[in-house]
Nanobody
């Protein structure tokens, strides 16, 4: 089981940037795909981006394509989400999560595919 801790959230003006980090400890990080999800008030959790264990494949939700970039550093047991051109619709709590299936060759886009979750970090972009 991996323990995940997100950081880097905050308040940013529209058009600004933030870089979220997710630090992992425990077992399984380097073998597993990682995902970033977000949940806005009153809305369901949605996948934002994901990356396979090797970093060879990535996935982005249509709403963030061209603005967000996911990356990982297996040596540091960390995954990152660079967020640019932020707007009010990006306001949410952002969570990182570890895929429950080691070695998956694609990025799963549903939450049930992930078994370890961080506590979340708040991102607020005032309208």
């Amino acid at each position: 089981q991996a323990q995940l801790v997100e950081s880097g959230g905050g308040l940013v003006q529209a058009g600004g940037s933030l870089r979220l980090s997710c630090a992992a400890s425990g077992a399984g990080f380097s073998d597993s795909a990682m995902g970033w999800f977000r949940q806005a008030p009153g809305q369901e959790r949605e996948v934002v981006a994901g990356i396979t264990w090797s970093g060879g494949r990535t996935y982005y939700a249509d709403s963030v394509k061209g603005r967000f970039a996911i990356s990982r550093d297996n040596a540091k047991k960390a995954v990152y989400l660079q967020m640019n051109s932020l707007n009010s619709e990006d306001t949410a709590v952002y969570y990182c999560a570890k895929d429950r299936l080691p070695g998956r060759r694609s990025v799963a886009t549903i939450g049930s595919a992930y078994d370890d979750w961080g506590q979340g970090t708040q991102v607020t972009v005032p309208s």
